[in-house]
């Protein structure tokens, strides 16, 4: 077995045991993406001497016995988090050429603990789509299948690990662009807690939603990288100032005492049936193994979508008047006064599915309209949080589908922006209420690919969800399953 094909716990023992050097394993990934990264497409930037440098600093550390768990262990970072002195595009032409001149909170703590950088991960643009095809630097594929998407807004950070050609990943999600991704390439993501790990250094899409967290190859690994970037950050104001657990201890192959939660409004009208199909019988397995299932309501949840399509444009399109060609980022040509040169600017350096939340956004909170639409998205998101609060009073957590179909093919929903925005169906409640998520593999359709069980608790619960999610598993052998590139 090559050493990009293993998980990054066991290359920490392997390298702690002095079988292989950390310069070895990221010798192995970089051979890896010269071999598949042409079909794939998962990175805008790549960093091989960034990476080999870090990977000598990295055998010192293991020499001084001064390494940790993520030591020497190459990562990908989704190319909306600030990298010191590498270029950070949000795949997006307005910020093609820009190079930040400080790191993101949570690659000073990557950094601190050792981690190794190979690259920065294909996306859309600024985080806005489900497919990864809305990046101006053209789309990702699936390892799985190259015809199809490998899912949104962070398919290249998902796409990068399923393929191996990292071993974790750092990526982001506003409505659901870690977990549906990482249901679509066969892997796990979570997304904390609003306000677990810091937003310092993410480039905003919608502030009231971003949330950065990891993927990896299997839930400990998952564990361990959100280890690495939690906690309390002052430069954040929206990071809270609770302690953070050690999740590995979380990972317990026992749920008799648990209660889950499955949400009646969840297996809708149009779900695929072999998603429907894969869940239930993912409930049936931790039934079997000692856990309660108990029908819970989300009477709100249909609301959710449009909520959601309303909050997120208004804070985008807020966020993003920032890009006026003025300061950094994309200049329009030519001999402009000064509301031609923004204008022209902005119209040359964001896509059309920017522009289109953009011009969303700005009309749900323009004068006359606001009341109506942002204030009464407002105050459903509310009766939305509320009805999470009184499932959790029934159950430990809830499961439910991460996205209602497998991965589609490519340039099947790009000219259909409402079905393309129904992919995030499931996933978006979460965000509207700050909840933490994870998506594992629970299933493989007939056509070969991965489907996604997603699992939710309440607020800073994330050890419920670790719990359950390597219970299932540690029972099944879906995380084991890698695509045939």
Same mark, same amino acid.
């Given at each position: 077995?090559?050493?990009?094909?293993?998980?990054?716990?066991?290359?920490?023992?392997?390298?702690?045991?002095?079988e292989?050097?950390?310069?070895?394993?990221?010798?192995?990934?970089?051979?890896?993406?010269?071999?598949?990264?042409d079909?794939?497409?998962?990175?805008?930037?790549?960093?091989?001497?960034?990476?080999? $440098?870090?990977?000598?600093?990295?055998?010192?550390?293991?020499?001084?016995?001064e390494?940790?768990p993520?030591?020497?262990?190459?990562?990908?970072?989704?190319d909306?988090?600030?990298?010191?002195?590498?270029?950070?595009?949000?795949?997006?032409?307005?910020?093609?050429n820009?190079?930040?001149?400080?790191?993101?909170?949570?690659i $000073?703590?990557?950094?601190?603990?050792?981690?190794?950088?190979?690259g920065?991960?294909?996306?859309?643009?600024?985080?806005? %789509?489900?497919?990864?095809?809305?990046?101006?630097?053209?789309?990702?594929?699936?390892?799985?299948?190259?015809?199809?998407?490998?899912?949104?807004?962070? %398919?290249?950070?998902?796409?990068?690990?399923?393929?191996?050609?990292?071993?974790?990943?750092?990526?982001?999600?506003?409505?659901?662009?870690?977990?549906?991704?990482?249901?679509?390439?066969?892997?796990?993501?979570?997304k904390?807690?609003?306000?677990?790990v810091?937003?310092?250094?993410?480039?905003?899409?919608?502030?009231?939603?971003?949330?950065?967290?990891?993927? %990896?190859?299997?839930?400990?690994?998952?564990?361990?990288?959100?280890?690495?970037?939690?906690?309390?950050?002052?430069?954040?104001?929206?990071?809270?100032?609770? !302690?953070?657990?050690?999740?590995?201890?979380?990972?317990?192959?026992?749920?008799?005492?648990?209660?889950?939660?499955?949400?009646?409004?969840?297996?809708? $009208?149009?779900?695929?049936?072999?998603?429907?199909?894969?869940?239930?019988?993912?409930?049936?397995?931790?039934?079997?193994?000692?856990?309660?299932?108990?029908?819970?309501?989300?009477p709100?949840?249909?609301?959710?979508?449009?909520v959601?399509?309303?909050?997120?444009?208004?804070?985008?399109?807020?966020?993003?008047?920032?890009?006026?060609?003025?300061?950094? %980022?994309?200049?329009a040509?030519?001999?402009?006064?000064?509301? $031609?040169?923004?204008?022209?600017?902005?119209?040359?350096?964001?896509?059309?599915?920017?522009?289109?939340?953009?011009?969303?956004?700005?009309?749900?909170l323009?004068?006359?309209?606001?009341?109506?639409?942002?204030?009464?998205?407002?105050?459903?998101?509310?009766?939305?949080?509320?009805?999470?609060?009184?499932?959790?009073?029934?159950?430990?957590?809830?499961?439910? !589908?991460?996205?209602?179909t497998?991965?589609?093919?490519?340039?099947?929903?790009?000219?259909?922006?409402?079905?393309?925005?129904l992919?995030?169906?499931?996933?978006?409640?979460?965000?509207?209420?700050g909840?933490?998520?994870?998506?594992? !593999?629970?299933?493989?359709?007939?056509?070969?690919?991965?489907i996604?069980?997603?699992?939710?608790?309440?607020?800073?619960?994330?050890?419920?969800?670790?719990?359950?999610?390597?219970?299932?598993?540690?029972?099944?052998?879906?995380?084991?399953?890698?695509?045939n590139?």
């Open positions: 077995m090559e050493l990009h094909q293993l998980t990054a716990y066991q290359l920490h023992e392997m390298i702690r045991r002095r292989v050097s950390c310069r070895e394993v990221t010798e192995s990934v970089l051979r890896r993406i010269e071999k598949v990264e079909c794939l497409h998962a990175y805008i930037t790549l960093t091989p001497d960034l990476a080999l $440098e870090q990977a000598a600093a990295a055998d010192a550390c293991f020499q001084e016995g390494a940790g993520l030591t020497g262990i190459p990562l990908a970072i989704k909306v988090i600030c990298t010191q002195g590498i270029r950070t595009t949000c795949g997006s032409r307005i910020l093609e820009f190079i930040p001149t400080y790191d993101a909170t949570v $000073e703590k990557l950094k601190a603990a050792g981690a190794v950088f190979v920065k991960a294909n996306m859309d643009e600024f985080a806005m %789509g489900s497919s990864t095809e809305n990046s101006f630097f053209g789309p990702t594929r699936n390892p799985w299948d190259l015809t199809r998407i490998p899912g949104g807004s962070s %398919g290249g950070s998902a796409a990068a690990v399923a393929a191996e050609e990292c071993i974790a990943s750092l990526g982001s999600d506003t409505g659901g662009s870690i977990r549906q991704p990482a249901a679509c390439c066969g892997i796990v993501g979570i904390p807690t609003y306000g677990r810091s937003r310092f250094g993410l480039v905003a899409f919608a502030s009231s939603l971003d949330q950065i967290g990891p993927f %990896g190859k299997d839930v400990r690994d998952t564990a361990l990288m959100l280890n690495a970037i939690s906690g309390h950050e002052p430069r954040d104001s929206t990071s809270v100032d609770i !302690p953070v657990a050690d999740y590995t201890k979380s990972l317990i192959n026992d749920v008799r005492s648990m209660v889950l939660g499955i949400p009646k409004e969840c297996f809708i $009208e149009g779900i695929d049936p072999e998603v429907e199909s894969s869940v239930r019988e993912a409930i049936r397995t931790l039934e079997k193994l000692g856990a309660k299932a108990v029908e819970v309501s989300l709100h949840s249909d609301y959710a979508l449009a959601y399509y309303i909050i997120a444009p208004a804070e985008a399109s807020s966020n993003l008047a920032r890009y006026d060609g003025v300061k950094y %980022g994309l200049r040509r030519g001999n402009h006064d000064l509301l $031609e040169m923004y204008r022209e600017s902005r119209s040359q350096g964001f896509g059309p599915e920017v522009k289109r939340r953009i011009m969303l956004g700005t009309y749900a323009s004068a006359g309209y606001y009341e109506a639409y942002y204030r009464k998205a407002s105050q459903v998101r509310t009766l939305i949080r509320e009805d999470f609060q009184k499932a959790f009073s029934q159950c430990d957590v809830l499961l439910m !589908p991460t996205a209602p497998p991965a589609f093919k490519l340039g099947e929903k790009v000219d259909d922006p409402l079905q393309m925005y992919s995030d169906i499931f996933t978006i409640p979460c965000n509207l209420a909840l933490p998520g994870l998506s594992l !593999p629970c299933g493989i359709s007939r056509e070969g690919l991965p996604g069980l997603q699992i939710l608790a309440n607020h800073f619960q994330e050890e419920k969800i670790f719990r359950v999610a390597y219970t299932y598993e540690q029972n099944t052998d879906f995380h084991l399953r890698k695509p590139l």
